[in-house]
């Protein structure tokens, strides 16, 4: 075996340029595959900390009103934990947990936080632990309080737990004790995780403390979705029994009966179901758009690594074919068939080890800066230490190349008798040999054609989603916002006087909501004299809000109302209100204010009317808005100037000279509307990447054959040349290899991306036309492809073109 091993390390250092050729293409596949193995990991991994997360279970509602069917939520209204108990179904510490906000008062600062308000099971059931103090006993005090470690340095820096034990918090108009300080949370809890500006600052009370800000109506609600409600499942039960336990439990609370009598009659108002801790984070609206693009690029990676298999597969076929000689020398001295694989198979597992190590490598070095890209918490470890499954599956990956790069151009080989090329005769590989590098380069080319033209897809549909005219401007302007609790932001007079006498800023506004970054909001029914009914989107704003955002005013101004509540909708909701023109729209009453989208008696007068605005993802319809005019504080500030570098510094300066002491964030409207589509964007990156890497394997590829072809036909060539061939013909004889596989790429290639791209953009409402979108990316596509090859055959055209008859007519 060890001299087994030296000849094939001696034969795979000899063949260098060839060895290094195969090591390339297939450790940049397999790094791509490793990346993608490694972000899988991390985001299927539940909690590590908490024990036996398959038998814990999340009761999860997915509301059905009619015509507003929502999302599963992962979460659902707290009153379940109270029912379920009071049924006594078999499900052992059902605890609730509800995430809110905490203002700290500290040194005459406010500190924020997140609150978290839970029952005491909820420590033995998921397993959370104290550095110092009782967690479980803190949940059931109404005076007590227990911090991260991180807030606790927050608030009185660089001490130990011990310390922090007994200090007291002034928040929320108490005073509470800390009586156990806890870990910082691990990203993946499944309590939730806090705003950005917030962190790991987390504060938690039981549901009995005054700092829990929901009332007894709150807790006993059945369709508000307020927390999340965790239980352990008895060995006799089963996750698929949640949902029948909490339809029974839910129709069963008198409050059903409340419940508007068409969301009721031969409907469900409701579904339900359990969810194990295991199978979380593969649920949840973001968590699916997240396993869908990994997917996809999971898709493309393996396609790659396919391309490079094929192309480590001509490499080995071209290198044995020019050791026809050393094999039957080794056959005449007694090697069989079996004793030469092991030779030739240790020799590509040689190059394949490299691949595969020096992938590792790159994989290591590079996925914590991927998954920090694609939004994974920086303090989440994703390759440090690599993960055994990964290594494993990237061994088994070897041996399946191995076997795939090995078994042709080996059967190939020992089909050659060794008597002609002991002679010097040294075979072909034959037109079956040729016939299959072809079928193996259309597959290559094949990809790059689908890849190419899927990444013009999606880099067309994003610079589309990015210019939308969504009825509102986004450039030169910031948004500012405050982490406080919106019903105690405090008074910002001095702050928005300095905003109005600056010259920098020409307008600003407040606002509940963000235009460019919030695609959801409060919907309400609303009811116009003539009786038309229609739900309209609800946003807060000040007068100010329109001008700031650059919308166009089509009748009536944004005013404050005297004693009356003063509304702008715009044309859309104008129109579906039953008024005939924006402008007799003003003036008039509407009717809104109503739960569960039902009739109100809130009245609000229509005091202008703007053209048509979006707020809603390009992926949602487009919904009539209502703008509920109002001069209070506003945890949104938006300001408009005319240059953003001087912008952003004086509306840090002005904030910081005449803003209350509060955490704030300050960010470009344009980041935020990008970052709607940042899932979309980061798909089209990194598909973008492996549709080039795939252009360098294919380039790999239609290099090889040219090579060969060139080689095989050397003596063709100068014969053709001798019977009078000009470099034209010379060039279209060789260019005839290519014909076949560059047509067969653009058949199988072209439709498959034009159905993929289709369904791709089929997902939006708003979607970029299909010539521009779909036909223009094929079309580039395809001449790209066609560059590439003509680049890659290039050197052997102009060597074939070069050659002299006398060196190819030589015996």
Request: proline letters at 6%.
């Amino acid at each position: 075996m060890k001299a087994l091993l030296l000849d094939a390390w001696r034969g795979a250092r000899s063949r260098s340029a060839s060895t290094f050729a195969a090591v390339s293409g297939l450790m940049v596949a397999m790094a791509a595959c490793s990346i993608v193995a490694l972000l899988a990991v991390a985001l299927a991994e539940p909690d590590p900390t908490i024990a036996d997360p398959e038998r814990i279970v999340l009761l999860d509602m997915k509301g059905n009103p009619p015509g507003q069917p929502s999302p599963w939520f992962t979460g659902s209204p707290l009153s379940f934990g109270t029912m379920l108990k009071e049924r006594r179904v078999p499900l052992d510490l059902i605890s609730r947990t509800s995430a809110n906000g905490l203002d700290i008062d500290i040194e005459g600062r406010k500190q924020s936080a997140l609150l978290l308000i839970a029952d005491s099971d909820v420590v033995p059931l998921l397993s959370l632990t104290s550095l110092r103090g009782d967690l479980q006993s803190t949940l059931t005090r109404r005076d007590a309080i227990a911090i991260t470690l991180d807030l606790m340095r927050k608030l009185w820096g660089d001490i130990s737990p011990e310390q922090a034990i007994g200090r007291r918090i002034d928040a929320r108009g108490g005073v509470y004790t800390v009586t156990a300080v806890i870990p910082d949370p691990d990203p993946r809890t499944p309590l939730g995780r806090a705003n950005p500006m917030v962190g790991n600052a987390w504060a938690m009370v039981g549901f009995d403390s005054p700092a829990n800000p929901m009332s007894e109506q709150e807790l006993a609600a059945i369709f508000a979705i307020n927390g999340r409600v965790f239980a352990r499942l008895r060995p006799e039960s089963s996750v698929d029994q949640v949902a029948g336990w909490m339809r029974e439990a839910f129709k069963a609370n008198p409050l059903y009966a409340q419940l508007p009598a068409d969301w009721k009659a031969g409907r469900e108002a409701a579904y339900f179901r359990g969810i194990t801790l295991a199978q979380l984070p593969f649920e949840g609206a973001g968590n699916e758009q997240r396993w869908r693009l990994l997917g996809t690029v999971a898709a493309a990676s393996a396609l790659l690594l396919l391309m490079a298999a094929f192309n480590c597969m001509n490499l080995q076929t071209a290198t044995l074919l020019q050791r026809q000689r050393e094999t039957a020398l080794r056959r005449s001295l007694g090697a069989d068939g079996p004793q030469l694989v092991r030779l030739w198979s240790l020799e590509v597992l040689i190059s394949l080890l490299l691949a595969a190590t020096g992938a590792l490598l790159i994989a290591w070095w590079a996925t914590p800066a991927v998954a920090t890209w694609v939004g994974l918490p920086p303090e989440q470890s994703v390759a440090d230490p690599l993960p055994l499954r990964v290594v494993l599956g990237l061994a088994i990956g070897v041996l399946v190349l191995l076997a795939l790069t090995i078994a042709l151009p080996a059967s190939m080989a020992l089909r050659q008798p060794p008597a002609p090329a002991l002679q010097g005769r040294t075979a072909s590989e034959g037109p079956w040999g040729r016939r299959v590098r072809q079928a193996l380069l259309t597959v290559q080319l094949s990809g790059v054609v689908l890849l190419l033209s899927l990444a013009g897809v999606l880099t067309q549909q994003q610079r589309y989603l990015l210019s939308l005219d969504r009825g509102f401007d986004t450039h030169n302007r910031l948004w500012l916002g405050v982490m406080v609790d919106p019903e105690a932001i405090p008074s910002m007079s001095a702050f928005t006087a300095a905003l109005d006498r600056h010259p920098a800023i020409k307008s600003w506004a407040f606002s509940n909501a963000r235009p460019a970054g919030d695609t959801e909001g409060p919907n309400e029914l609303h009811v116009s004299r003539s009786q038309h009914r229609q739900v309209l989107r609800v946003t807060t704003v000040s007068p100010g809000f329109f001008s700031t955002y650059g919308m166009t005013l089509l009748a009536g101004t944004p005013t404050l109302g005297t004693g009356e509540a003063h509304v702008a909708i715009d044309e859309k909701a104008a129109r579906l209100l039953g008024f005939s023109n924006p402008q007799s729209a003003i003036g008039e009453l509407i009717r809104g204010g109503g739960g569960f989208l039902q009739e109100g008696s809130d009245v609000r007068r229509v005091v202008a009317v703007v053209k048509s605005v979006k707020l809603e993802s390009a992926r949602d319809p487009a919904l009539p808005q209502a703008f509920l005019l109002s001069d209070k504080p506003q945890w949104d500030v938006t300001v408009h100037g005319n240059d953003l570098t001087t912008l952003r510094q004086t509306l840090d300066d002005l904030w910081k000279a005449h803003g209350p002491r509060l955490l704030y964030d300050i960010q470009s409207v344009d980041d935020q509307l990008a970052s709607v589509y940042e899932q979309e964007q980061q798909l089209t990156t990194m598909l973008t990447a492996v549709a080039l890497l795939s252009v360098g394997v294919a380039m790999l590829g239609a290099y090889a054959l040219i090579a060969d072809t060139v080689r095989r036909r050397r003596t063709e060539l100068v014969l053709r040349r001798l019977h009078g061939a000009d470099d034209v013909a010379i060039i279209r004889q060789l260019g005839l290899e290519f014909v076949p596989p560059l047509l067969v790429a653009a058949v199988i290639g072209l439709p498959l991306a034009t159905w993929l791209g289709g369904r791709y953009l089929a997902g939006f409402v708003d979607r970029v036309d299909m010539g521009v979108g779909l036909v223009m990316p094929l079309a580039i596509a395809g001449a790209a492809t066609l560059f590439v090859t003509t680049l890659a055959t290039l050197r052997h055209v102009r060597q074939a073109l070069a050659i002299q008859p006398i060196e190819a007519l030589q015996p």
